[in-house]
């Protein structure tokens, strides 16, 4: 784990002396009609070999090239240091990757500089931007507080495990074990009831994490293999939340380094106990929303099943879960999502992959251990068994979107989802040049 630097322009900055301007060039641009109030870009950009961090500067040109500073967090450096010769190539350049925030209205382009050499100009100040709160436990135990929502990750694995959308008063979690992850993403069944998870306890997995943090985006990377598996499924998942936004974004890639056979490979599963969310919900492919009961706090006892819906497609632009009366709810939205097979195709690209919920009475009626869980399931063959190739890739990046609901009667309740659900799936285009 790495501790990342971060720079933040507060004051403001003149430029005395004249020098060239040494900048790489940023663009944001907005297609999609939808004017936007407060926006995280995370981008890289291409500088010489030689441009030092302590540095670094980022404005904003405004109307008539002035120049504005603006908030920013270092991620990464990275460069060629210490490669061999094969890449003499790249000795001369190295990447920044930086995170900002930016109002952008719709249909415009904004225009950004980071500098790598002192401007030539004056530099106005900018007010200082919401922050993000990160409490550091035992481990890997954090809470992440973007100001709109709150999200805790459990201390030995960095997977998440409760969340609190700001307002609400409730912190929907999984009990069935003492602080079990609610988020799942690369479950592996290899026999029949033979789950493959990230169980902590086996060194095999050969489990690594890579963390950034600042105030302005965190970021934590969770990779390794599935245990039991000689290391030939290889798994990575990423978190970003970023401050001001009641999301994190996930990403994540199980790749197979040999041929294996399964019978599910499952990931982006949501997982709570009954009780925390009455509704399971989905958007179709035509934009239209629909919640199904999936818990009645008057009758506790009575289990839903399956919700009397069949399997949903894997690529559904929002599938999740929400309290109609409590006024929360979280979900998936889908940003990207791919599976890639090596040349020895067995199956088409979405065989055997769909959405599934459950709402669960394994335990028996009244039992505080049932629960209510959502799962994709990338492949799917019962009690049969599919090889997957070597090479193949499981590939997807998800928003995990915490959401208010409105009351019952109230013909816009799921306007605020919908809204969310349209800005993430249709993010500005960002240039670097």
């Not at 997982?271 to 934009?287: C, I, Q």
Request: with cysteine.
């Amino acid at each position: 784990m790495k501790t990342i630097r971060y720079i933040l322009i507060l004051a403001v900055l003149t430029g005395g002396r004249s020098v060239a301007e040494d900048y790489a060039g940023i663009t944001v641009e907005e297609t999609a009609g939808i004017a936007r109030e407060y926006w995280p870009v995370q981008v890289g950009v291409t500088v010489p070999a030689d441009a030092s961090a302590d540095s670094l500067v980022l404005v904003q040109v405004d109307t008539g090239d002035n120049l504005r500073a603006v908030p920013f967090q270092l991620i990464a450096e990275i460069d060629s240091h210490g490669w061999d010769e094969r890449w003499r190539q790249l000795r001369d350049i190295k990447s920044f990757e930086i995170a900002f925030l930016t109002a952008i209205p719709a249909h415009a382009s904004l225009d950004f500089r980071l500098y790598y050499g002192e401007p030539d100009a004056d530099v106005a100040s900018v007010p200082e931007s919401r922050p993000l709160t990160i409490e550091k436990g035992e481990g890997l135990a954090r809470r992440v507080d973007t100001g709109e929502a709150r999200f805790e990750f459990r201390s030995d694995s960095g997977q998440l495990i409760k969340y609190q959308l700001a307002g609400a008063g409730y912190t929907p979690e999984l009990l069935r074990q003492q602080n079990n992850p609610v988020h799942g993403a690369g479950d592996l069944r290899t026999t029949r009831n033979n789950v493959r998870f990230w169980d902590l306890d086996d060194e095999s997995h050969g489990l690594t994490f890579d963390e950034s943090s600042g105030p302005i985006t965190w970021q934590l990377l969770r990779s390794g293999y599935m245990p039991h598996t000689d290391k030939q499924v290889e798994i990575n998942v990423m978190y970003k939340a970023f401050a001001g936004m009641p999301f994190i974004v996930t990403s994540s890639h199980i790749h197979f380094h040999s041929d294996w056979a399964v019978s599910a490979l499952r990931k982006n599963q949501l997982v709570f106990d009954r009780g925390f969310h009455t509704h399971g919900a989905y958007m179709n492919h035509d934009g239209e929303l629909h919640a199904v009961r999936a818990f009645d706090p008057e009758s506790p006892d009575t289990h839903f099943g399956t919700l009397g819906l069949d399997p949903l497609p894997p690529d559904l632009p929002f599938i999740g879960m929400l309290h109609e009366d409590r006024g929360y709810g979280i979900g998936l939205i889908t940003l990207d999502r791919a599976n890639l097979q090596s040349r020895r195709t067995v199956t088409p690209q979405d065989g055997g992959a769909y959405y599934h919920f459950l709402d669960s009475s394994l335990f028996g009626a009244g039992s505080p251990k049932n629960f209510f869980y959502l799962v994709c399931y990338e492949a799917y063959h019962g009690n049969h068994h599919l090889v997957i190739p070597a090479g193949s890739t499981f590939a997807s990046r998800t928003a995990i979107l915490a959401y208010p609901v409105g009351t019952r009667d109230d013909e816009t309740r799921y306007d605020d989802l919908k809204r969310w659900i349209d800005k993430l799936r249709n993010p500005p285009r960002v240039y670097a040049r």
